[in-house]
């Protein structure tokens, strides 16, 4: 029992402890029931993620792996599908073939573009040889790609077509180390000699991909969403329509990916992530400028986890992985709640950096010191709800420049007057826009639609701490309301 509830997929293996020596106060160290008598073994003949891939494609060969729809004359075609058979001969040519560029065991190979099967094949690749697999994001700004490229060493890199271009802009700085890129579909001539002529070569995937052609047919079973948030609604409305179970899993790279999983059969656990997972140990720590605390009657806090599963570190920055990794336990940034029955809710963010509901990473700091740089505006708040696919944002238009554009177009009111004026919301909308294209955002970044308040930010409100900085659940609490209506007004 905690705080009266029976949390009945838990065990608790650590009791909570209340705040000392400035530290904060942490909730009890919970497991799941699964695992009540200590962790499960490994799964023999499991060491790798390599061995899993292996073990499957032995076990179930001829079973669907790999799914695509193709597009024909702008229509979604019929699912197109690869068996574990095909995707492992596929994965053996790949690997043979990064093998022969000269990567070796510790190597490092870069990815680069949405999920597909091209993807998933290229990480399978790079397991089977012990071959490090780098992610490539362009979401965090211009210059990401290039950094992790250089940052990380990268030999190799699989990149999607309409990605070429991007990974071409770096190669001033990454062929220090990037000598091979492999294209997920087409090599136009153009890209070809400009490869060549920096020292480097460049393949098309083609000979590489093989797929049998099946309809999907009813045979899914479970549907496991993960990355963002399903919302309640559409987790319920597709256990109707699919007529298969629906689970929530979360997890982060630094966690080995899935750490929570919901369970099939339980209908009390939509909208959850269901409780952990049988070889992690999970416990909430209070965030007291966030008024969540971890031993109250509903436990509140910052998900901390511990476990053989866990990684090693962040490459080459020892100083960041100190500051998630405290006496064991990686502390993940998001903010959990403890469910009756033990599964896990995630309510909210520590961190500045959240996704929307197609998964996309929004690094909301650097947007607002983007969005920052239009004379006309003083402060911007920007908030994206998890279940939608835009942003939204309050702004805090500088009197000044407001009251000078509404005298050169002919409209009166006051300051407060002015705020609440449709074509004062167009135009800082408007500028807002210019800036985000000439700082090449990408589509997403861009706000849909603001709330104009003549009062700024302030402490007396509790929306900004003595040094002036944002405090973000205090803002979504304020303007609660506010932000409702914005995402309503796009509908």
């Known amino acids: 029992m905690e705080g009266g509830r029976e949390m009945k997929h838990l065990v608790k293996v650590e009791e909570g402890r209340e705040a000392v020596d400035g530290r904060p106060s942490v909730g009890p160290a919970y497991r799941s029931a699964f695992a009540k008598e200590g962790f499960p073994p490994p799964v023999p003949g499991i060491h790798c993620c390599w061995d899993i891939f292996r073990l499957s494609a032995e076990k179930f060969p001829g079973n669907n792996m790999l799914g695509r729809r193709e597009v024909v004359n702008g229509k979604a075609g019929k699912y197109v599908w690869m068996t574990y058979k095909e995707v492992y001969d596929t994965v053996i040519k790949l690997g043979a073939s990064i093998r022969s560029c000269g990567i070796e065991q510790g190597g490092r190979c870069g ?47 699989f990149v999607e077509e309409k990605k070429i271009a991007e990974v071409l802009k770096t190669l001033h ?21 400009e490869v060549e002529n920096s020292g480097l070569a460049i393949f098309e995937w083609d000979e590489f991909l093989c797929l049998v052609k099946q309809g999907l047919g009813g ?38 990916a899935g750490t929570f999983v919901s369970l099939p059969n339980d209908f009390s656990m939509v909208g959850t992530v269901g409780p952990p997972v049988p070889n992690v140990d999970v416990r909430l720590e209070s965030v007291p400028e966030m008024n969540y605390d971890a031993l109250s009657k509903v436990p509140r806090g910052e998900i901390c986890i511990k476990g053989d599963t866990l990684f090693a570190g962040y490459y080459k920055r020892e100083d960041l992985t100190e500051e998630v990794m405290i006496d064991g336990w990686f502390h993940t940034g998001d903010i959990g709640e403890w469910q009756p029955d033990g599964s896990m809710k995630i309510i909210d963010r520590k961190k500045n950096i959240f996704k929307l509901s197609q998964g996309e990473y929004v690094a909301v700091e650097n947007l607002e010191n983007i969005y920052g740089l239009v004379s006309d505006i003083d402060s911007i708040w920007i908030y994206g709800n998890s279940f939608e696919s835009v942003l939204v944002a309050i702004v805090n238009p500088n009197m000044q420049a407001l009251e000078q554009w509404a005298l050169a177009n002919g409209i009166s009111g006051d300051f ?5 004026n449709q074509k004062a919301k167009e ?60 995402y309503k007004s796009l509908k």
């Open 416 to 420: 407060t007057m002015l705020c609440q």
């Open 173 to 193: 700085n990454s062929s220090k180390f990037l000598k091979t890129i492999v294209s997920f579909g087409k090599v136009t001539p153009k890209e070809k000699e």
């Open 111 to 157: 990815i680069y573009g949405a999920n597909s099967s091209e993807w998933v094949i290229s990480m399978e690749a790079c397991n089977a040889h012990g071959i490090y697999c780098v992610p490539l994001y362009d979401t965090l700004g211009a210059g990401a790609v290039e950094f992790i490229l250089c940052h990380a060493e990268v030999q190799i890199a």
């Open 427 to 486: 135009y800082i909308l408007g500028e807002l826009m210019k800036i985000g294209k000439g700082k090449n955002l990408k589509g997403f970044e861009f706000i849909k639609a603001v709330h104009l308040d003549p009062i700024p930010f302030d402490m007396e409100r509790d929306l900004l701490t003595p040094t002036y900085k944002k405090k973000r659940p205090q803002l979504l609490k304020y303007y609660k309301s506010v932000i409702d209506d914005l």
């Open 219 to 256: 045979n899914v079973r479970l549907i496991l969403s993960g990355a963002a948030p399903l919302a309640t609604h559409i987790e319920q409305f597709l256990r109707v329509v699919t007529c298969a179970h629906v689970v929530q899993g979360y997890g982060l790279t630094e966690t080995c």
